[in-house]
């Protein structure tokens, strides 16, 4: 297996979708080939390369296509630019990709050009973000129930029966994506929005920075706030530089994500007070196998008109299971 990583917009663009056969017709019929010999080349698509779902992404992609000496695959980073998604997508059907893999950076965006790869007859299969149109298959982490959770232990957390809340959101493109914990979060706290108020919702980036921007602009305007969650570790971990910079320890700080070495050790030192650890390794290997059975099967994926989901781990991170988090992390060969 050869790994060769390309960032920005690439001449040879991908999307980051997965499962797509490499002898696509122009007709949008797919035809199968052998995903275990043939020479296979499969694009992923990346919001980001550097965080840390991105990461352990990777990790569980790379354990899987290293065991073929077949399978080559690339990696294109969008930086959060939907037009550079786009023009990826575009430019794997130009390529000649046998599958795509995509994490959306902008869920309505690039559902055209999403088309166009479906259209070329290759399966589109999405990572964690998935683009607003009918495709393959969404490997994401169980966020439906972990972001309900995550909200009862918040409300749990301060003790109160009512009070007020702030959310660091996703971007606005990416808010109707319900297999995320941030839209379940949500969903739960509108369900006892009676006892629950939400003061505002900012929409964020994915960005330690643009969470501290947030949350500071926020503290100037409240001075009644409960707890804050963030639709991302990055962004919580920014948010609770604002509060500490402020001094307001007093407020509860949530994010959601892979749970990095950060986060755990904010959590710990109480800057922070909980986060959704996701498998996002499982989710890179399921995404992998998944691909391969795409680029193999004589089956036309993308023909469905419901996006079949799977879900993969997610559990709930406090200051009392930080060292079995880390356990976990270790096991998966993303944390020493």
Not at 116 to 123: H, K, R, T, W
Not at 128 to 146: E, I, K, Q, R, T
Not at 267 to 280: A, K, R, V
Not at 314 to 321: L, P, R, S, V
Request: charged share 20%; glycine share 8%; net charge negative.
């Amino acid at each position: 297996m050869k790994l060769k990583k390309l960032i920005g917009r690439p001449t040879a663009a991908m999307i980051g979708v997965i499962g797509v056969s490499s002898c696509a017709m122009a007709d949008g019929t797919h035809t199968s080939k052998n995903a275990y010999s043939d020479p296979v080349k499969i694009a992923v698509c990346l919001y980001s390369e550097s965080d840390n779902t991105a990461m352990q992404l990777l990790m569980g992609l790379d354990s899987v296509f290293e065991s073929y000496d077949n399978v080559t695959y690339q990696v294109f980073a969008s930086q959060g630019n939907a037009d550079t998604q786009v023009a990826q997508l575009e430019d794997t059907v130009i390529q000649g990709f046998d599958a795509v893999l995509v994490q959306a950076t902008d869920s309505q965006a690039i559902v055209s050009a999403c088309q166009e790869v479906m259209d070329a007859g290759i399966p589109l299969l999405s990572l964690n973000l998935a683009p607003s149109v009918g495709h393959a298959v969404n490997v994401a982490p169980n966020g439906p129930l972990g972001g309900k959770l995550l909200a009862q232990e918040a409300i749990e957390a301060t003790g109160k029966d009512s009070g007020k809340w702030l959310f660091i959101g996703p971007p606005e493109s990416g808010m109707n994506l319900t297999s995320e914990p941030f839209y379940s979060f949500q969903q739960y706290m509108q369900s006892v929005s009676d006892q629950w108020e939400m003061l505002e919702l900012q929409n964020g980036d994915y960005s330690t920075e643009m969470g501290q921007s947030i949350m500071a602009d926020m503290l100037t305007k409240y001075d009644d706030v409960d707890f804050v969650f963030a639709a991302c570790d990055e962004m919580a971990e920014g948010a609770a530089m604002a509060a500490q910079a402020a001094g307001r320890d007093e407020i509860l700080i949530y994010g959601a994500g892979g749970c990095s070495e950060k986060m755990l050790e904010y959590i710990d030192e109480g800057l922070c007070d909980g986060s959704i650890l996701m498998n996002f390794v499982d989710g890179g290997k399921l995404a992998a196998k998944f691909a391969l059975y795409a680029i193999n099967s004589n089956l036309d994926m993308n023909a469905q008109d419901e996006v079949r989901t799977v879900f993969y781990d997610a559990q709930i991170i406090t200051k009392d299971e930080t060292e079995e988090a880390r356990d976990l992390l270790r096991s998966w060969g993303v944390m020493e």
